[in-house]
């Protein structure tokens, strides 16, 4: 059964820091990893989409990359910006299509 | 891409009630998502809803509590119905294409 696992669960970094954010998943037959974005009380934007056979995707200053062999993915965010701040999410499409959620890593930007 | 316009996007209701939230899809989709978010947590599937059958829920749900229509191919609502407080959590609405896409969120209060 596949889990998805966001570590760390909350993150506070200066504004102008490059951060990382990780996800890893347990089972490598995936059809794609998705990132998303969430803010208080709100619905998900997506941010990145990785098929299975591709190694990374890139919008701005955001880089996911996927690493099905480790079972890893990771966000990569340049030069972050307090309008940054919100909660992250990862979800893996596993074999039976279905999405499976990481609990997701809350990032706070501090000006 | 898709665009999907969820309503209501909060509410308080009190208990006993039921509250309808209705989802609005830009372009025809075969299968429509519900979820719930409850505060501090990621995302669980309530029910698939495909246009002219029965909605499938998945485990822990029920049709008596989370009625869903699905008249047309852009449109689905949700019925949260005889409301605890314990169904006060963030209601959000999902279609799939390459990759998922999701209404703004209904933030629900039971008081």
């Known amino acids: 059964k596949q889990e998805v696992t966001q570590i760390p669960a909350a993150l506070s970094v200066p504004e102008g820091e490059n951060l990382v954010l990780n996800c890893s998943f347990t089972?490598?037959?995936?059809?794609?990893l998705q990132w998303f974005r969430q803010d208080p009380g709100k619905g998900l934007t997506s941010l990145l989409l990785?098929?299975?056979s591709q190694r990374e995707q890139t919008s701005g200053r955001l880089n996911a990359s996927l690493d099905k062999s480790s079972g890893r993915s990771t966000l990569y965010i340049a030069a972050s910006q307090p309008g940054d701040s919100a909660t992250y999410l990862c979800?893996?499409?596993?074999?039976?299509?279905?999405?499976?959620w990481g609990a997701g890593t809350k990032l706070i930007i501090k000006p | 891409s898709a665009v999907i316009s969820q309503k209501p996007s909060r509410d308080i209701c009190q208990r006993g009630t039921s509250l309808t939230i209705q989802c609005q899809v830009d372009?025809?989709?075969?299968?429509m998502f519900w979820y719930r978010q409850q505060p501090g947590q990621s995302l669980t599937l309530i029910a698939t809803?495909?246009?002219?059958?029965?909605?499938?829920?998945e485990s822990g749900f029920v049709i008596d509590k989370f009625p869903i229509s699905r008249p047309n191919l852009t449109f689905s609502t949700l019925t949260v119905s005889n409301l605890s407080p314990e169904d006060s959590s963030i209601y959000l609405c999902?279609?799939?294409?390459?990759?998922?896409?999701f209404g703004q969120g209904t933030r629900l209060t039971v008081v």
């Open positions: 372009s025809q989709v075969t299968m």
């Open positions: 809803a495909n246009q002219g059958s029965e909605a499938t829920y």
């Open positions: 990785i098929q299975s």
């Open positions: 979800a893996a499409r596993d074999s039976n299509y279905q999405l499976i």
């Open positions: 999902s279609v799939n294409r390459a990759e998922a896409f």
């Open positions: 089972d490598s037959a995936i059809y794609n």
